[in-house]
């Protein structure tokens, strides 16, 4: 498996996408069989939200609007440049995209992580169920309908995004579905997030796969103000990083990566997914459901139903 660590083209979906496929060529030529991107990749992670006040209304609502311009609508073509490349390198790939509401009006977005299989089509997406802090500003809030695995030949695969891995009942969720690889697409990084990643594959007895954009400020063009915002005279980087792969054991086996960019690499073994679970398995043998009851909603909340026609 691979974790890439790029920046995205930014604010350019298409340019991005095609970034995207050639990263995923590359990985497989490496003998990759599952390609994992960032959060929100296509067409950039919004990090002007983190450095402009909410009252800045002199760039956040043209900053929105270009964002929405080149965000993906999974009703269209917009992925079909990686999706090539994935039937090409005969790869899981999942990718992190800011996604219109193609559902519900054109007004907003979403958090969400797509997962293309080895034949090029769309195995599914899931939504971000909450954003983070400023992130409300910009994104909508997912449902349960989107609160699933990706059951894919290579393998059972859970998608966890940033701060989701904070959510204990959404990270019980992906292991009560028998995720034996977790990935958590990121904006994280450091210490404390770290732990998390090891935590995360030793409770869920999962492979963790973390992705996370890496990027300096110079590859966000001089024409957006918001740059100034967030310089650094000492440090060229507005994201350091930090994807790693961590196996079910809680052992890191690759990265963390931090201060460059590429991709990082891990074999891995399926049966170490069961071999761990003979002593915890938190879904099964090591749960109490005669104390502890879970249940997920898992119906689409559509901001309206149409009722039959009469007559």
């Known amino acids: 498996m691979a974790a890439v660590q790029a920046s995205p083209v930014f ?3 298409a340019a991005t996408v095609e970034k ?9 030529a490496a003998g990759a069989q599952l390609v994992v991107f960032p959060e929100a990749f296509v067409p950039t992670y919004p990090m002007w939200l983190w450095a402009l006040k909410p009252s800045a209304f002199d760039q956040i609502p043209a900053l929105h609007a270009e964002l929405m311009s080149q965000a993906v609508d999974l009703t269209k073509n917009h992925l079909g440049a990686l999706q ?6 005969r790869a899981v790939v999942t990718i992190g ?3 219109l509401f193609s559902e519900g009006g054109s007004g907003t977005m979403f958090n969400s992580y797509v997962c293309i299989g080895p034949d090029g089509a769309i195995v599914g997406r899931r939504r971000k169920l909450m954003p983070t802090a400023p ?10 309908s989107t609160l699933r695995i990706f059951d894919t030949a290579l393998a059972k ?3 966890l995004i940033c701060w989701e891995n904070y959510m204990p009942l959404a990270r019980y969720a992906m292991y009560a579905e028998g995720a034996e690889v977790i990935l958590a697409p990121t904006w994280d990084e450091g210490e404390t997030w770290e732990a998390s990643m090891k935590h995360i594959a030793k409770e869920g007895r999962a492979y963790v796969v973390c992705s996370s954009i890496a990027m300096q400020l110079d590859e966000i063009p001089e024409r957006y103000a918001f740059r100034e915002a967030m310089r650094d005279p000492d440090d060229p980087w ?5 994807s790693m792969i961590v196996d079910p054991t809680g052992k890191v086996i690759a990265g963390p990566l931090n201060g460059s960019q590429g991709t990082i690499y891990a074999d891995v073994d399926p049966s170490m997914v069961l071999a761990q679970k003979w002593n915890l398995d938190v879904c099964g043998h090591y749960s109490r459901p005669d104390v502890f009851h879970f249940s997920v909603d898992r119906r689409a909340k559509l901001p309206m139903e149409s009722e039959p026609a009469l007559g």
């Open 11 to 13: 604010m350019d979906r």
């Open 20 to 28: 995207a496929a050639a990263l995923v060529r590359e990985a497989a």
């Open 157 to 159: 695969i859970g998608a």
């Open 238 to 242: 507005l994201k350091q990083g930090g």
């Open 97 to 99: 995209v800011n996604e």
């Open 135 to 144: 992130e409300r500003m910009i994104w909508g809030m997912g449902d349960g």
């Open 84 to 89: 090539a490349a994935a039937k090409e390198a």
